[in-house]
């Protein structure tokens, strides 16, 4: 089993839709990342959270660090949020980052 | 600000050739990382450098070796390439080495034939 396990793998929206990505993990956590990978490949941060929810424009992040799970959400999807959506954990011994597989999202116009 | 930078874009290699894979950032960042992406795998650390002059070995160091040239330039050695290496690689750096967000270059995609 995966240290972070992300469901759904793929998932095709229609625009405008409400979008939820899920994280789960297995080990203790200092911090949870959010990253999106664009498919042109370059990865970029949307969010680290350790408690609580952060929020940027459309992008929600939640972490429920009793039940280790973290949700990602698009509120209004547009076709420009198609991306892979990475989740990476960073364990509370250790520096480096383990990231899930990825959940592949399509929005159609 | 190029942020991070990463040379080539795109490499191929025949089984037993070496090559250097470069990557620079401009942030004044102290740590920087490489990864390799696979297909049905996330992103998975090879070797990283908390600071100017410290390496690490990550989770898959086989095969390859880094160099912290300065604080700017990290570079990643394949000394001789194997087919397992064929693979999407990616330099990050971060301000420090505790949880702080990772910054990544566009990668590199390398295929050893």
């Known amino acids: 089993k995966n240290e972070v396990e992300q469901s759904p793998q793929n998932l095709t929206a229609q625009e405008g839709e409400f979008i939820t990505i899920n994280c789960s993990y297995s080990?203790?956590?200092?911090?949870l990342h959010w990253l999106q990978q664009h498919p042109g490949g370059g990865i970029v941060s949307l969010f680290m959270?350790?408690?609580g929810k952060k929020k940027h424009g459309r992008l929600i992040a939640t972490i429920n660090i009793q039940e280790k799970h973290s949700s990602l959400h698009i509120t209004a999807s547009h076709p420009r949020d198609s991306a892979v959506y990475i989740c990476?954990?960073?364990?509370?011994?250790?520096?480096?980052?383990?990231f899930g597989e990825g959940t592949q999202l399509t929005v159609n116009p | 600000n190029a942020g991070v930078t990463q040379t080539p874009k795109f490499q191929v290699l025949k089984t037993g050739q070496s090559m250097t894979l470069q990557c620079a950032q401009d942030?004044?960042?102290?740590?920087m990382y490489w990864y390799r992406q696979d297909p049905g795998m996330g992103l998975r650390l090879i070797y990283y450098?908390?600071?100017?002059?410290?390496?690490d070995k990550g989770e898959v160091p086989n095969g390859y070796n880094v160099s912290r040239l300065n604080k700017r330039e990290f570079s990643l050695r394949l000394e001789s390439a194997a087919p397992s290496q064929t693979s999407v690689y990616f330099c990050?750096?971060?301000?420090?080495?505790?949880?702080?967000?990772?910054?990544f270059g566009p990668g590199t995609r390398l295929l050893v034939l």
């Open positions: 990050a750096s971060s301000e420090g080495w505790r949880g702080e967000t990772q910054y």
């Open positions: 080990v203790g956590i200092s911090a």
């Open positions: 959270l350790s408690s």
């Open positions: 990476a954990v960073r364990g509370t011994s250790g520096s480096r980052l383990t």
């Open positions: 942030m004044n960042h102290n740590s």
């Open positions: 450098s908390a600071s100017e002059g410290t390496t």
